[in-house]
């Protein structure tokens, strides 16, 4: 876009200097199941559009030569068909007959034959932990005669029938299995080997990362989850250090951030030049409760054309714009970073210079927050999970509202002095100017360089300082707004871009993040 036959700004570009590439990344974390409270270990596979959790498990590679009768390859579980008493077993009273056994020693043995399972029991050692599953209803084998045959009558079916040996004594021999010496192995015996298996494949195409508790305005300590769009979630990923936690969440929110990006390019294709989309995220917005507790939700926000959207989720199509919870006019709008607590004076150099990928470590309550300041006084605070983030946010806004007071060149706002009905007028060459409304007469106008100050009420009322070029004396215009916030704001834009039009640099410098400012 070309301004008054000048470039545009490099301002307005993207900053690569916040972009890192793609990751892909394998490591090692824990997996907390908040239903089941229980920690599980898992490997994590990162991709440029999925993430994978594998859980470990020992899978069995079955046994070499004849075929093996059993429960498996029948589909059906093995089960414990009787327990000795007073033996082992029997004196755990946590075992009883219709349970299907899962796990041998940690070993899975879902899909093992009765055979195998049977092996494993024989060679397990002095100490067997056994893990069951109770069956609400008893398979149909157990209520036959012990040792009884299946329903055919043709006994060559007997040793393929699951109802006649999947069932399994626990101290005492298998229904069908003659004991064997366990110091002569057999090459027949099945084989076992521990391997990472998928679990979860979560794809991160507009997905979002959370390190907030559930129901909670607390951030959790080395931990965040992950939320895919069609609702598929990662349960809490916990990791050892503070820093291997800030380096997957960068990891996959940087694929997010990519896939996002690939994601505007495409719907940008469909809309006009006046109506593209600069930037999109989600975002956790920060609402105060009845009981001034904080409630946190998370939105979509949207940075499009001359308008910033408030979405509950990423917009799929042309209605979905249009059902936003609010939109505001760019001009209208202000862009405000909340105080940032830097652990070790090294936020800035980690996350703003090139090359350098680490975030470091924030207090577990000071997330990185943001307000949008909108008409008539009103805000939304919003917080997201890293520096990079914060820093795009806040260039994408400059670049918006920039590009919205270049396209629509001046705004005017209804007012009154002293009685009289006005038009003021924030225009991007010539500065201010007030007219009246009827017969759009000029009473006065400045230029951007002439207004020195401004106070207000905050409610309606504003006096506006101006130094007279040629009496050099200060000149007073007060007037009175039906939306004094929009119009602040608005004179707030057309500074902001009238300034980057000639020293890009010096608002570039302005940048709270990049200059590591405290603004609370």
């Known amino acids: 876009m070309n301004v008054a036959g000048k470039h545009q700004p490099d301002l307005l570009e993207r900053p690569a200097s916040l972009l890192v590439p793609t990751w892909t990344k394998t490591g090692l974390a824990l997996l907390y199941d908040e239903d089941a409270n229980n920690t599980y270990d898992i490997r994590l596979k990162l991709t440029k559009e999925m993430l994978i959790i594998q859980k470990q498990d020992v899978v069995c590679l079955g046994s070499v030569g004849h075929h093996l009768n059993g429960g498996a390859e029948h589909k059906v579980p093995v089960v414990i068909s009787k327990i000795f008493k007073d033996q082992v077993a029997d004196q755990t009273g946590m075992l009883f007959i219709g349970d299907a056994v899962l796990q041998v ?48 009558s043709d006994q060559s079916s007997r040793a393929s029938s699951p109802l006649f040996d ?34 979860v494949s979560l794809s991160l195409s507009m997905a979002r990362v959370s390190r907030h508790k559930a129901g909670s ?96 989720g990423p917009p799929a199509s042309t209605s979905d714009w249009a059902q936003a919870d609010a939109t505001f006019n760019l001009c209208e709008v202000l862009f405000k970073v909340h105080k940032l607590w830097i652990a070790e004076d090294c936020w800035i150099q980690t996350k703003l210079y090139p090359g350098l990928q680490q975030d470091c470590e924030l207090r577990d309550n000071e997330p990185f927050c943001f307000s949008v300041l909108v008409g008539h006084g ?62 759009k007469k000029v009473i006065w106008r400045y230029k951007f360089s002439q207004l020195k100050g ?22 007073m215009k007060e007037l009175e707004f039906a939306n004094l916030t929009a119009l602040l704001h608005c004179i707030h834009s057309f500074i902001a871009a009238k300034v980057a039009s000639v020293d890009p640099l010096f608002v570039n410098n302005q940048t709270i993040t990049r200059k590591y400012m405290y603004n609370s």
């Not at 070993?107 to 009765?114: F, Q, R």
């Not at 994408?396 to 006005?422: D, H, N, P, W």
């Not at 309606?460 to 040629?470: A, G, I, P």
């Open 105 to 152: 020693n940690g070993i899975n043995v879902e899909k093992c034959t009765h055979e195998e399972v049977v092996h494993l029991l024989r060679t397990a050692g002095d100490e067997v932990t056994i893990t069951v599953r109770y069956l609400r209803e008893a398979p149909a084998f157990l209520k036959l005669p012990l040792g009884s045959p299946g329903p055919s």
């Open 454 to 475: 401004s106070s207000d009420d905050g409610k309606t009322r504003v006096k506006l300082l101006f130094k007279n070029s040629e009496s050099k004396q200060i000149e």
């Open 378 to 439: 009103q805000s939304h605070c919003f917080s997201v999970e890293l520096g990079t983030e914060l820093a795009l946010w806040e260039k994408a806004f400059q670049r918006a509202v920039f590009m919205e007071v270049q396209r629509v060149g001046s705004k005017t706002y209804m007012c009154s002095s002293q009685g009289k009905i006005l038009c003021f007028t924030i225009d991007f060459e010539s500065g201010f100017s007030c007219s009246e409304s009827a017969s």
């Open 217 to 312: 305005d607390k951030l959790r300590s080395n931990s965040f989850e992950v939320f895919a769009l069609d609702g598929v979630c990662t349960n809490v990923l916990q990791f050892c250090t503070a820093a291997e936690s800030t380096d997957w969440l960068q990891a996959i929110s940087t694929n997010i951030n990519d896939l996002t990006q690939e994601s505007i390019k495409t719907a940008n294709k469909f809309y006009s030049p006046d109506e593209q989309i600069i930037h999109m995220g989600w975002v956790c917005e920060h609402l105060h409760g009845s009981d001034a507790s904080q409630i946190q939700s998370y939105k979509f926000l949207a940075l499009k054309g001359s308008s910033l959207y408030i979405l509950r």
């Open 166 to 199: 999947s069932g399994l004594h626990l101290n005492g021999n298998s229904s069908n299995t003659a004991p064997s010496s366990p110091s002569s192995p057999s090459a027949n015996e099945p084989k076992y080997e521990k391997r990472w298996l998928d679990a």
